[in-house]
Each structure stands twice: as structure tokens, then as C-alpha cells.
């Protein structure tokens, strides 16, 4: 066990260390092919009624508790509910729903009380400590539940992961303490070797004593509260505090007692949470992270690693998800698939195996969570493909243009001639992304219960398409339409109600398009919006499945207006009027910045014919939107302040 407690170790802190071999499936696992996806492959992955009730078994994601269980035995017998009233803390729902300081006040007031019964000044550094079992009732649980409070609360909570290592810590010198005044006092070294020993061979006292430092000892959940702290933290340095607690458990594991200090699979859950939550802006490290996070879970189903942190579906979906955050990257779809369809051949051979309760692949199961990260990870490799295909294209038809081979229409629209280039503008990954999808709502249609065709989903493929969408590809809007209709027409029957993501995709689309009639279509989608949700005098208001729109959705028509050639700056500033008089949504500081700009772009190209008039509408709107931040209504934006100079010194 120390052997392995210390090869985790070494993985965890040392990203440079030798890459576990990846184990290699047969190319007959590959249950998922994103060029095709056969109805013959649906009927292999539900055949038969018993693989259909394994298949839609759900994972059960339950942690190995043995050592609470063990802990629970040593301490108090097979029936530890005597003792729930003298510990109250022993209940998992003891104070859960009270704010973290309060559960740290009971704490401190329980430590306090303890000290005083045993006629002990209380102090961090001199925690109580007796061995008359009829007035010293502590045990560690006191500190878990404190340990606990602050993991629930750090994603609000800005010290919560201070607090929690303090308080760690705290219960490690309590531990400390109590151990070294029992070697102290009965001359005999405590260690697990004592509590397994023939109780008969000790007196009463020394087995009581034993059993109360024993009691005292942190177990593994502690570090586990520890590290989801981090793991929920939105602080930089949350990843790599969380990497040292990981650590230190792993070598808690090989120097103390191994029973309540080995890592289990909620260990390394917690941390790959962490690694893949995407915090910070450097594309390099996220990759790394990714990387490390992949090579943690191919250690855990590694014939070295103990059979107690084998993974399940969240510890792939947390890797999935740590690749998916390098936005910048183009071979990550090819690993993100590589693991999706391992855990399809996992999946597939625990079912031949019998799908026996005690067998961990039963709970590594793809779900709906699974495929859209897949279909996010075909989407990324579409976007960057895009981005390079469109820059190449446009300097062509520059190029084109100065030797006068290329009209401006044709230029316009992307009609010029086509090269071996245009097959890699992101379409054939974008239908990869789509074939995913109709691959969910076939798995659905079979009852495979932990796969959904989820408004999520379509989300994430209307996003794609805002992704690609350009000058120079005048289909995807309508594509985008295609596809948003389609989630209208089917909502009752898929329950996948479109949502204001999914319609601000769409304008977003239609106004990166750049066309004549991209800004109407934009004004189409949001009046539908409004008018769809109006109430209407003498009449119930009925479910729809439109969306009310939001200040994004504003935000976006006002840029399609601002990038038509001729930008149409007082258009933009009724969308700011209807906004101001509407009662469902208001305007936030990037709706005024984009009227000032749309006024200031004005200004510049001389629409209105009278220099100067559009800077003063320029102005107007900025001195609104002071009076607002004052007011604490709207954020800063002080930039705008320059941008208003700038143009009128030209």
C-alpha cells in the first residue's frame, strides 16, 4: 500500500514524471464512429433485455467507507446509536444548513466547555484532552463538521479554504496531543498495531484510552473536505493547494495509520474538480493540466493502483472537462473521443462480464454530460479551423481584388474561386458535433436512462454555429435556424424548451453574418421573443416555448446594426429606449457602451451630415451612464470617457 500511496504521489506533484502506459482497446470498442452513426449500432448497445437493464443501471459514484465503518466498530461497538445523544455531531446532518461561522462558534464553545469539565485552560495550541471516558466525549467528528461547512460554502465564501486548513490542523495536534500524552502515560507506543492487538492483553483503562485517541484521529474525509475546498475555490492558487493536500494525504497514507488515511476514488475526484474548472487565462497551463489529469486516471485503472480509486463516470467527465478548457487547441477533440470511447468499451464489457454489483465498471457509464463535452470538444477544433480559414480567405480575395480579378460582390459573399483550402473552414467538425447529438436522441429513444437529447446540447451546437458563422459563410444562420426551430417544433415531446442561449446563437449568427438583411433578422428573432411573452388582455397566458430575451440578447441586435456597412447608430439607441421602458429587462453598461460607439462610429463616417452631433448623443449617453454607475446600477466603463476624445479631436 505505501508503494502505491507514493507512485500517486510522484504523479500528482511532479507533471514532468513518466506517463503511465495508456491501456490499448481494440478498434472493436470504438462504439462511437462520429462520421457515421448506424441504427445498427443503437440495437448493438441496447440488444436484449438483461444488457438493457445494465446498461440503464445508473453508477452509483458511492466512495469506499470501510474505514468510517472500522472507525465506527473500534470506538463503539456494532451499536454506536447510544451514543448519538451524548454526539450529536456523529449525525452527517448535524448543522448542515447553517453558515460556517456558526458551526465554527459551536466548535469552539464545545472545546471551551470540554476544557472546563476537565478543569483545563483551553487554547489552539493546548486542545482538551482526557481519558476518563465519563466526562471526555470528543472525538474527531467535531472538526469534520466544521471541515464540511466550509466546503459547502467556499464557492461564496472567499476564506473558506484558510479556514479549513486551519481548522485541519487543529484536529491534527488534537490528535497529536492526545497521542503523545498516552504514550506518556502508559509507556507504550500508540499505532494501529495497538487497536488490532488482543484487547485482553490490556488493561480497561489503556484499551479506553486507546480507543479515545484512536477517536481523535482525522481520516481520509478530512483531507477530502479539504481539497473540495479548493476544489471550489475561484482563488489562482486553489489548484496547486489542493495538488499539496492530495499529497500529504498520500503520504499520511505510507507513515501513519493506512486503514483511515488511504486515498479513495472521492480524493481524486475532488482533485481532478479542481484541475478542470479552467481557472486563469493561460491556454499552456490548462493543456497541462488536462494532461496531468488524464495520466491520474489512467494510473487508476492501472493493475498498480488498489482497486479503492478505480474510477467511475465523473472522474472521466472531470478529464473531459479539463480538456475542453483549452480553447486554443486543436488535439483535443481526437483525446477527447480516445476517452469517450473507453468508457463505452468499460461499459460494454462490464455488461458482458454479468454486471455484477461489485464490479467497479459498473460505474463508468457515458452520460448526457459526456457526449456534449464530446460535441464541445468537436466545436472548439471547428472554431479554430474556422478563424484560419476565413483570415486566409479574406487575404486572398485581397489579393484578388488589387489585381483586379475579383469583383467586390463576389468578394462580399465568398464567391470566389475555391482553393483545397475551403474543406477545412470547421464544417465536416461541426457535422461531427451534430452527429453526436442525433446519437444522444437515438440512445434516449432505446432508454438509455442516463443519456438525454437536453436543451444543453442543442445549446451547445447552436453556440458552434455562432462560432463559425462569418461574412463569408452566409449559410450558417439559417442553419442555426434550422436547428432552433426544430427544438421549438419538439419541446412538448423532448421537453427541450429552447432557452435565451439558444436564441441569442442564432442572432448572434445572423449579425456576425454581415449581410444586407442580418440586422432584420436579428429584430425578427427579438420581437418574436417580446411578442410571444406579452400578455395579452382577456386572455390566460399559456406556456411558450420562446424565451423572454435579456440584455445580451439586446446587446447582440445592437451589434448587428453597428456592423452593417451602414451602420444604423440611432436604430441602436431605440433598442436602449425600448430596453429602458420594458419591464423584464434593463440595460447594463455594455448596452450604453455599444450606443456611445455606434454614435461615435456615426460621427466618423458623417451620416447625419452636421459634424459634431453624434459626439453630443455620444456624450449624452455617457453622462446617463455616470449618473447610473453612481447610483450602483450599472458598471464602470472608463474607457468610453477616451474614446469620445479621440473622436472628437478628428
Not at 84 to 95: A, E, G, L, S
Not at 635 to 650: D, M, N, Q, V
Request: proline share 4%.
Amino acid at each position: 500500500m505505501a508503494s502505491s500511496c507514493s507512485r500517486l504521489g510522484t504523479i500528482v506533484r511532479r507533471s514532468s514524471c513518466s506517463i503511465i502506459g495508456r491501456r490499448r482497446l481494440p478498434s472493436s470498442s470504438l462504439l462511437i464512429q462520429c462520421r457515421c452513426i448506424s441504427s445498427s449500432h443503437h440495437h448493438t448497445v441496447s440488444s436484449g433485455r438483461q444488457q438493457r437493464a445494465l446498461l440503464n443501471r445508473r453508477p452509483s459514484h458511492h466512495y469506499d467507507s470501510a474505514s468510517t465503518q472500522i472507525r465506527s466498530i473500534l470506538l463503539f461497538g456494532d451499536n454506536g446509536e447510544q451514543f448519538d445523544k451524548q454526539r450529536p455531531w456523529h449525525n452527517p446532518n448535524f448543522m448542515k444548513d447553517d453558515p460556517p461561522d456558526q458551526v465554527e462558534a459551536w466548535l469552539i464553545s464545545l472545546l471551551k466547555s470540554v476544557s472546563n469539565d476537565i478543569h483545563t485552560e483551553y487554547s489552539p495550541n493546548n486542545p482538551p484532552v482526557s481519558f476518563d471516558g465519563t466526562k471526555f466525549m470528543l472525538d474527531s467528528r467535531i472538526y469534520l463538521r466544521v471541515l464540511e461547512a466550509y466546503a459547502r460554502a467556499a464557492k461564496h465564501y472567499s476564506g473558506a479554504p484558510q479556514k479549513a486548513e486551519y481548522y485541519i490542523n487543529h484536529s491534527i495536534r488534537h490528535y497529536e496531543n492526545a497521542r503523545a500524552l498516552f504514550e506518556s502515560k502508559y509507556r507504550t507506543k500508540f499505532g494501529s498495531e495497538l487497536m488490532q492487538s488482543n484487547q485482553t492483553q490490556q488493561s480497561a483503562d489503556t484499551t479506553a484510552a486507546a480507543a479515545i485517541v484512536h477517536g481523535l484521529q482525522p481520516d481520509v474525509e478530512f483531507y477530502n473536505a479539504v481539497i473540495e475546498c479548493w476544489a471550489n475555490s475561484k482563488e489562482q492558487i486553489s489548484i496547486p493547494r489542493s495538488a499539496t493536500w492530495l499529497s500529504k494525504l498520500e503520504a499520511d497514507c505510507s507513515t501513519n495509520n493506512p486503514l483511515l488515511l488511504q486515498p479513495n476514488a472521492r480524493s481524486y475526484d475532488l482533485y481532478l474538480n479542481s484541475v478542470s474548472r479552467g481557472i486563469g487565462k493561460n491556454s499552456k497551463l490548462h493543456l497541462e493540466r488536462a494532461e496531468e489529469a488524464e495520466r491520474i486516471l489512467q494510473y487508476r485503472l492501472s493493475s498498480d493502483a488498489p482497486t479503492s480509486i478505480r474510477p467511475t463516470t465523473e472522474s472521466y467527465n472531470y478529464v473531459l472537462r479539463a480538456y475542453t478548457r483549452c480553447r486554443k487547441e486543436k488535439s483535443i477533440a481526437g483525446k477527447v473521443m480516445t476517452l469517450v470511447r473507453e468508457m463505452e468499451q468499460i461499459q460494454k464489457e462490464a455488461v458482458m462480464n454479468g454486471g455484477h454489483e461489485d464490479d467497479w465498471k459498473m460505474n463508468v457509464v457515458p452520460n448526457t454530460k459526456t457526449y456534449t463535452m464530446a460535441m464541445d470538444a468537436w466545436i472548439i477544433m471547428a472554431g479554430i479551423k474556422s478563424a484560419a480559414w476565413r483570415s486566409e480567405k479574406i487575404a486572398r480575395n485581397n489579393k484578388l481584388k488589387q489585381k483586379g480579378l475579383l469583383q467586390q460582390s463576389e468578394s462580399d459573399d465568398g464567391s470566389s474561386s475555391t482553393s483545397k483550402d475551403d474543406d477545412d473552414d470547421g464544417t465536416k467538425e461541426l457535422e461531427f458535433a451534430k452527429s453526436i447529438l442525433q446519437y444522444i436522441t437515438a440512445l434516449e429513444a432505446v432508454g438509455q436512462a442516463d443519456v438525454r437529447a437536453s436543451v444543453v446540447g442543442y445549446n451547445t451546437l447552436l453556440t458552434g454555429y455562432a462560432r463559425l458563422a462569418n461574412e463569408l459563410r452566409p449559410d450558417i444562420p439559417l442553419i442555426a435556424e434550422q436547428l432552433l426551430n426544430e427544438m421549438i417544433d419538439s419541446s412538448e415531446d423532448r421537453n427541450t424548451y429552447p432557452d435565451v442561449t439558444s436564441f441569442n446563437a442564432v442572432i448572434k449568427a445572423w449579425g456576425k453574418a454581415k449581410k444586407l438583411n442580418s440586422a432584420a433578422r436579428c429584430e425578427y428573432w427579438l420581437h418574436k421573443m417580446i411578442n410571444e411573452n406579452r400578455p395579452r388582455e382577456g386572455y390566460t397566458q399559456q406556456p411558450t416555448p420562446i424565451a423572454q430575451p435579456d440584455a445580451s440578447t439586446y446587446n447582440l441586435v445592437m451589434d448587428a446594426w453597428m456592423n452593417m456597412d451602414n451602420p444604423d447608430a440611432a436604430r441602436v439607441q431605440d433598442l436602449l429606449l425600448e430596453m429602458k421602458a420594458s419591464d423584464t429587462v434593463s440595460p447594463n453598461s455594455e448596452s450604453y457602451s455599444k450606443v456611445i460607439r455606434a454614435w461615435l462610429k456615426d460621427e466618423l463616417l458623417n451620416q447625419l451630415g452636421v459634424q459634431g452631433s453624434s459626439v453630443e448623443r455620444a456624450w449624452a449617453n455617457l453622462d446617463e451612464l455616470m449618473s447610473l454607475e453612481a447610483q450602483g446600477d450599472v458598471g464602470p466603463a472608463p474607457e468610453l470617457f477616451t474614446s469620445i476624445l479621440k473622436t472628437a479631436a478628428r
